[in-house]
């Protein structure tokens, strides 16, 4: 797995699914590309989720491909489909946090594994009924 | 598989000695559970008998078919070996051993019998793919929550869509589709003479997500299976598949009787289940009109 920060600590996603992951923060992937789906049990490490280093920034204009101090809205396209989420951080930036995705959810956490957040992984067509929802909830 | 004995017995109250015809047949067993690996297999005790039956795991390397193993039916209730009678004690050994009572009067059930030894169940099948029992544990067994990783020896992570192997458990050559395009046919199960008696055979059809993909392929949604069997005869089914349940690149079974579908995983520990009808085609074949 690959550092991208140096100066502020990063946010270590890991894609714990069996497909591969396309990840999107803010509204542009991230750099380091991909994120495999777990190996098959014909692996030499079966089942052993793959990682990548996001980088953290301070502030939502920085934000594009990268995790700001702020409600960070996640897209994920498996090839079950597009998924979302959103994923709130804050706290010092060079403060190393994991980030674990699963099919249904995700679970941030510090290097220690305390503090832990977690929250839900939804489908594309529900984020948009979501969205509705909340519009014509707004309109009255 | 059928062979005829002609047996002579004196009849007691009578004084002159019938002829009587006694089918000796078969019952015919089936693990359709899947595994990657040569060697493991799950065990069946019938009637207590020291001489069990293994039947082998269902393999990605022999296309998904399942292996038969024969075992002897004889009428009457007494137990004998590892035979099957008219009701049956029956011990399945997988992750744990499960009891079953079996019973399989040959009055009511004349004829080679087909059973399918699952997970948590057993599916009794006519010669005709007619679906008889189904068949539960004696007992709430509890199944442990870490069951999958007994077998764990399988289920590759790949980034492309998986199948969806439909089987013919059936004595007709089938063709099936859905919605609305072919996945193609399906000969019929093994003859009852054949070196492979009841073997099905199986048609892969292709894992899609949306439903405008879903022509002969399954998507995650409500799918309309057509079966024909020539002559005109078509059944139909709706197979909802799961999305959520099954990630689009885990492998399934769909095994089609003459009158059930049966939807699993390869462990066949989720499994859902409903009836094929007779379709309606659109012909007048069965409409009367009159006219006054």
């Given amino acids: ?140 | 598989m059928i062979r005829s004995v002609i047996r002579e017995r004196p009849l007691e109250t009578r004084d002159w000695k019938l002829t009587e015809i006694f089918m000796l047949t078969s019952v015919f067993l089936f693990n359709p559970l899947v595994s990657n690996h040569w060697g493991p297999q799950l065990s069946v005790t019938v009637n207590s008998s020291p001489n069990n039956y293994g039947l082998p795991y269902t393999l990605p390397q022999t296309g998904y078919i399942p292996l038969g193993t024969q075992a002897p039916r004889i009428p009457g209730s007494t137990p004998s070996g590892n035979s099957f009678v008219d009701n049956n004690q029956v011990q399945v050994q997988i992750d744990q051993s499960l009891p079953y009572i079996l019973p399989m009067p040959m009055a009511q059930f004349p004829g080679d019998l087909v059973l399918y030894v699952l997970y948590d169940r057993m599916l009794l099948i006519s010669a005709d793919g007619l679906l008889l029992k189904v068949l539960l544990p004696l007992e709430n067994v509890e199944f442990p929550s870490d069951r999958h990783h007994h077998h764990e020896k399988h289920g590759a992570a790949a980034d492309t869509a998986a199948l969806v192997y439909v089987y013919n458990l059936s004595i007709q050559d089938i063709s099936v589709s859905s919605n609305g395009g072919s996945i193609g046919p399906i000969p019929a199960w093994g003859a009852a003479s054949s070196n492979q008696p009841y073997q099905p055979n199986n048609q892969p059809a292709l894992r899609v997500s949306s439903s405008s993909q879903g022509r002969g392929n399954i998507f995650n949604g409500d799918n309309q299976i057509m079966i024909s069997t020539g002559n005109e005869q078509l059944q139909n089914c709706t197979v909802p598949v799961s999305g959520t349940q099954f990630p689009l690149n885990q492998p399934l079974f769909l095994y089609l009787l003459s009158d059930h579908w049966y939807l699993a995983d390869q462990f066949f520990s989720q499994v859902t289940s409903g009836p094929i009808q007779k379709a309606v085609t659109g012909t007048l074949g069965n409409t009367v009109s009159k006219s006054f």
């Fill in chain 1, 1 to 140: 797995m690959s550092s991208d920060n140096t100066a502020a600590g990063n946010i270590y996603v890991f894609n714990v699914y069996s497909q591969s992951m396309s990840l999107s923060l803010n509204g542009l992937g991230i750099s380091a590309g991909d994120i495999s789906g777990w190996p098959s049990n014909s692996d030499k490490t079966p089942y052993r989720p793959f990682g990548a280093a996001v980088p953290r920034t301070l502030n939502a204009s920085d934000s594009q491909g990268k995790f700001f101090n702020g409600s960070n809205i996640l897209s994920i396209l498996w090839l079950d489909g597009l998924y979302g989420a959103s994923v709130p951080m804050s706290g010092p930036l060079n403060q190393d946090m994991l980030l674990f995705i699963d099919k249904d959810s995700w679970r941030l956490v510090n290097q220690f594994g305390g503090d832990g957040l977690s929250g839900s992984i939804l489908p594309a067509k529900a984020l948009e009924q979501l969205a509705t929802a909340a519009k014509t909830s707004h309109k009255h």
